[in-house]
């Protein structure tokens, strides 16, 4: 039987946008209760996507290779991967960290990477909820602020971070719009603790020598400053609406961090090594 010209033109389409979203979007399975998504620094930008018209375009450059380094850290200090969701597509063509209007502008392959980019996060958390209850998305980035510092976002504004630690630890609806809600019910610290004590991932960062904020050396931002609270990802995928996984987003400065592929591995190592310190304290487990 002869087949219709138009089904073998509609299924040749069909078999040749599969290959292409999983080229543009890159899901790892991995083994411990760690997620990093990675959505900017894609350099892919294919002719039949159409160029996005508004939003942010610029990429995040070297935070692939830098959390290539961070996997490598990992899978040597604690014996295992974490999952792993990158996005190759340049941000010309489509913005993961944003919703879908937004992220895909009505293109269809970049909806369809998009939906491929979230699954592949929902799945993650939903493997690490089941086998270890608990966990940790890292949403990397990076920026060129003037303050080099390597910013951590929970969903806590710029203005909120001003407040003493009394009014953070007694705003029960901030804590609850948080991207760690679930973590701060786990952790023996309180909530301004884990935003910016010794043992918050800033403090324990600077540990190793990396800038933070929030950090116990810088609470909140100075005046006129930027810094990224964080975006989709971390709301999409923290916390803040339920399970138990909480999310970070990680702005990385282009200075000492992202700059070189030896910056890269000092931090990656950095941020591996506060991890572990990070996971008995608030966790109560460890990674390994």
């Excluded at 209007?101 to 493997?127: L, S």
Aim: net charge positive.
């Amino acid at each position: 039987m002869r087949i219709p010209f138009f089904l073998l033109l509609l299924t040749t389409a069909l078999v040749a946008q599969t290959p292409a979203r999983e080229e543009f979007i890159e899901v790892r399975p991995g083994t411990l209760p760690v997620i990093l998504t990675v959505p900017h620094g894609g350099m892919l930008k294919p002719d039949n996507v159409l160029a996005r018209r508004y939003g942010v375009t610029g990429m995040d450059a070297n935070t692939i290779p830098l959390s290539e380094m961070i996997m490598e850290e990992m899978e040597a200090r604690f014996g295992g991967r974490p999952h792993a969701i990158i996005s190759r597509l340049h941000r010309t063509k489509l913005d993961p960290n944003r919703e879908i209007k937004e992220a895909a502008q009505g293109d269809p392959t970049a909806e369809a990477a998009w939906h491929r980019f979230h699954d592949g996060a929902r799945k993650a958390c939903e493997a690490v909820m089941k086998r270890h209850g608990m966990g940790l998305l890292l949403d990397i980035h990076g920026h060129r602020h003037i303050d080099q510092r390597v910013e951590l976002g929970y969903l806590v504004k710029a203005e909120q971070l001003k407040a003493s630690d009394a009014e953070l630890n007694a705003d029960a609806a901030l804590i609850a719009s948080t991207s760690i809600r679930d973590l701060d019910k786990r952790s023996p610290q309180t909530f301004a603790q884990l935003l910016r004590g010794p043992q918050s991932l800033g403090g324990l960062l600077e540990r190793h020598g990396a800038r933070c904020l929030p950090s116990p050396s810088k609470a909140y931002p100075g005046l006129m400053a930027g810094y990224f609270s964080g975006v989709y990802d971390v709301a999409a995928h923290g916390s803040r609406n339920g399970g138990t996984v909480s999310a970070i987003q990680i702005e990385c400065p282009w200075n000492n961090v992202r700059d070189r592929p030896d910056n890269q591995r000092l931090f990656a190592r950095a941020l591996v090594e506060s991890l572990g310190v990070y996971f008995e304290v608030h966790f109560g487990k460890r990674l390994r």
